[in-house]
């Protein structure tokens, strides 16, 4: 039986003190297939560069910026469109 793929969204800003620990919480979760969707919100304190490196190592995540500040909304709808 094959299961569905699950999406989890997540939305960055200046975040570099907390990304990690929330893309290793939605790495551990058990159910499989997963897609990791980032959006990073045009961060300006090293935190994209922190997302960009942990795409490299997980297949799983999927990194997308905003070329400006555009705000969680247009961020969160960034990752619906993106959605498989």
Do not use: H
């Amino acid at each position: 039986m094959n299961k569905p793929l699950i999406t989890i969204g997540i939305t960055s800003f200046n975040s570099i003190r907390t990304i990690n620990r929330a893309v290793n919480s939605a790495l551990e979760q058990y159910w499989r297939p997963i897609e990791i969707i980032i959006v990073d919100d045009f961060s300006t304190d090293g935190g994209y560069k922190v997302i960009k490196n942990m795409e490299k190592i997980y297949s799983e995540i999927i990194v997308f910026r905003n070329n400006n500040n555009k705000g969680v909304a247009f961020s969160r709808n960034k990752i619906i469109k993106n959605a498989k």
